[in-house]
Every structure is written in structure tokens, then in C-alpha cells.
């Protein structure tokens, strides 16, 4: 509950006090508002381990729906779609609850299809949580993520080059080396659906 937003926090929990609210807009929700908050909304699967292992925030995942668009609606959608989520909070540091010995985040990667569905890729995701920041993304084009149906898979690749830890990768590192897949070892992280 330390790392929840009060928004966050609010929608778990209905103050018996309107003054308890602390929302950033300043606005109280009546107990029917609480309930119905918006309806129940598909959310993207977060797989277990991603706040424990990776202290990663579960609610930072973006898209944060559980469908994700395969094709552009022509004028509707840009045709580049961003895969995102943070650390369970801005000031939370890595290098001191990460375990040894590199005290490293996991290098993500994300798992697409491709145009025909049939071209699998597996695409890193930049990160500005070695200079300070708190945030992991990838930018891909909506063509690239492949076909209705399959899905978009997050992964932490967390051995690689004959087991070495994955913790501390960087993206170059892995670029310049492209291990074979009998050499790695991931856990999915995050999953959406192609619709």
C-alpha cells in the first residue's frame, strides 16, 4: 500500500471521511460513484512475480487494457503502439532491494509476430532506470505486433550466454551478442491480446 498513488489507494478504499480523500483533483466519490467506479475493465494480465521479483508497478502497464489492436483504424490510431510500466514507485531504489550480486534490473524484451504473424521478433525495451529514472518502454509499429488472436508477450530475460545471470544486460549487450535460444532463459512479466 507504501507505493499506491492516493488515486490508486481511493479505489480500494472508501474513507469514512470525505476530508480522506487526498485526490490530486481534489474531488470525493459517493459510495454509489466508489462502487461502480467506471465498471469492471479487462485489465492486461500481469503475471505473478512482476511487483515481488522485479518491483515492478502492476498498475503502470501500458496499454493497461488486455486487447490491443492488431491493425490501425485509419485516423483513429497512430500507427506506432508504446509497450510501458515503472518501478512500484519513482523514489523506490533498485540497487538497494535487488538481490546480489549485480543488484541490476532484468533486461525486458518484448515478443511480437510480425506482419504475417509468422515472423516472431523479440524486441528489447529502452529503460531510464540506470540514470535515475523509473520507467522501461518499446516502440512498435502496429503491423508488427501481428495477428488477431495471438499475443503480445513481456519477458525478462533472466539467464543468457550459457547461463549467466540476466540481471544487468543492457540492450547493446544483447544486440551485439543475439545469444542462441539454448542460451537464454526468460519469465513472461506482462500478456495482451491481439484483437
Known sequence: MFTMSNEEFGERHLPADDRYWFRADGSTLSWEEYIRAGGPKPAVTVFSG?????????????????NVKARPVVGEEAEVIRFEFRKICPHFDLTAHLP????????????????????????????????????????????????PGQEVVCYAQ??????????????????????????????????????
Do not use: I
Request: net charge positive; aromatic share 12%.
Open 158 to 195: 533472466t539467464k543468457y550466454l550459457d547461463g549467466r545471470d540476466g540481471r544487468g544486460l543492457t540492450v547493446e549487450e544483447y544486440r551485439r551478442t543475439r545469444p542462441r535460444w539454448t542460451q537464454m532463459a526468460w519469465s513472461a512479466v506482462a500478456q495482451w491480446s491481439l484483437v
Open 100 to 147: 546480489p550480486p549485480t543488484r541490476e534490473p532484468y533486461l525486458y524484451l518484448l515478443k511480437v509476430h510480425g506482419t504475417d504473424g509468422k515472423s516472431e521478433e523479440w524486441l528489447p525495451f529502452e529503460t531510464n532506470v540506470r540514470s535515475g529514472g523509473d520507467a522501461w518502454w518499446c516502440d512498435v509499429p502496429r503491423k508488427k505486433l501481428g495477428l
Open 50 to 66: 512482476a511487483e515481488e521479483d522485479h518491483c515492478l508497478s502492476r498498475r503502470s502497464f501500458v496499454p493497461a487494457g488486455m
